[in-house]
């Protein structure tokens, strides 16, 4: 099921990418603050609560996603970035899930 969720969510990063560098197509998707517009975009305008089963807090998916950024790049894994943000996302969020 984690791994369903992965892959929707991983999906999800992936769209969102593509929106986020549509909208700043004037810079080529520079945006300093991408991580504010990602954790608005995903969660409020994505599908990302129902596949979760639970709203993240907005400014909680932000700082989720600058960590991520950060171990992502420190690790360097071979794992493309939405599949490896979006496993961490489940795994992250069905935690505090539980722990409520």
């Keep these: 099921m ?3 969720r992965s892959t929707r969510i991983a999906a999800l990063l992936h769209e969102a990418g593509e929106t986020h ?3 700043y197509r004037i810079v ?6 991408w ?8 969660t409020n305008l994505s599908e990302l609560p129902r596949i979760l ?3 993240p807090v907005r400014s909680e998916l ?8 950060k171990d992502y790049a420190a ?9 490896w943000y979006a496993e961490r996302i489940v795994e992250h969020f069905s935690a505090a899930k539980q722990s409520r």
């Design 2 to 4: 984690n791994t369903d």
């Design 21 to 23: 560098h549509t909208v």
């Design 28 to 33: 080529d998707g520079d945006d300093p603050d």
């Design 35 to 42: 991580a504010s517009w990602y954790g608005d975009w995903l």
């Design 53 to 55: 089963e639970t709203t």
């Design 62 to 69: 932000t700082w989720l996603l600058v960590s991520l950024d």
């Design 75 to 83: 690790e360097k894994p071979e794992t493309p970035w939405p599949q």
